[in-house]
Each structure stands twice: as C-alpha cells, then as structure tokens.
C-alpha cells in the first residue's frame, strides 16, 4: 500500500498524526500541526479546509444520519422531507470516504 503523504510538508503521515480535511469536495490527508498551520495561513472562509476526523464532525455525521432515516421513516414534511434527508447524508458519506480511503491504512 502506498504511504499517505501530508499535503502541507509532502512528509509520510503516521496512524496516531493522520487529521483529514476536505474543502470544494476534495478531501486530503495532513499532520495535525501541517493541519493547525494551514488554519493559521488560511487568509479567507473559502480557502479553509474543515477537518473531517474529528470528534466533531463525527457527532454531526451521526446526528444527521439520525435525520435522514426519521426523514425516510415518516411522512413529515412529504417529498420535501425525503429530499431534506438526502442532503443530510452528506456529511456521513464524507466521514464514510474518509474512515475507508485514509484512515484504515
């Protein structure tokens, strides 16, 4: 398997420094200091990368996952429901991408 390779120094990335981030649906792996100097540097909103395995991100993944199936489930709010369940699966297939593509090496 290839060795993930931080963004930021072009250095090999560890398991306990792996912090992945996505921005404009391109999501790439860093140190988490590569990370938090990337922050730093990041002069507007849209240059910034928002970290994607965090504690964070998964509780938003798992509340919204929660949201898509109630959406599914019921009737409330009809086809406007349904579609507002779909778009809240968005931040669980990223963290699902993420789990699997970076950080099960």
């Not at 398991?15 to 992945?20: A, H, I, V």
């Not at 109630?70 to 709010?77: C, G, H, Q």
């Amino acid at each position: 398997m290839k060795d993930l390779i931080c963004r930021y120094c072009g250095k090999k990335i560890e398991k306990d420094q792996l912090r992945t981030a996505i921005r404009r649906m391109k999501m790439v792996p860093f140190h988490k200091e590569c990370f938090e100097l990337q922050e730093e540097e990041t002069i507007s909103m849209n240059e910034m990368w928002k970290p994607v395995n965090q504690t964070g991100w998964t509780i938003t993944s798992g509340a919204m996952l929660l949201f898509a199936i109630t959406m599914a489930m019921t009737e409330w709010l009809g086809n406007i429901g349904d579609l507002l369940g779909v778009f809240a699966l968005y931040p669980v297939i990223i963290r699902f991408i993420s789990l699997v593509v970076y950080e099960t090496r």
